[in-house]
């Protein structure tokens, strides 16, 4: 199945020529590897960090992201159970019906 842009990631586009950090934090993280390596080339000369920031968008296409939300969700979804019974941080409460 061929990648296709979208929207989102047409805009990024726009955005990394003005400040080319920016859509590699949105796309990969503002603490990733991926963002400080952006940054530092962006230090270096304006192309690396745009050619960089290009590479980024192309690679980790918004429909990847949204198909990485949707399997997180499904995980939750199924670790959880249908039930209302909540664990948080060990202590285990469940809701009355009734």
């Not at 939300?69 to 019906?97: C, D, V």
Request: charged fraction near 15%.
């Amino acid at each position: 199945m061929a990648k296709r842009n979208t929207c989102w990631d047409l805009f990024l586009i726009v955005l990394s020529i003005v400040l080319p950090p920016v859509p590699v934090a949105f796309k990969r993280g503002f603490c990733s590897a991926d963002f400080l390596i952006n940054i530092a080339l962006c230090i270096l000369g304006f192309l690396p960090g745009l050619i960089h920031a290009w590479y980024i968008i192309a690679k980790y296409p918004q429909d990847a992201d949204i198909d990485d939300i949707e399997a997180h969700r499904s995980l939750l979804a199924n670790e959880h159970g249908h039930g209302h019974s909540h664990n948080y941080h060990g202590h285990s409460h469940s809701q009355n019906q009734g």
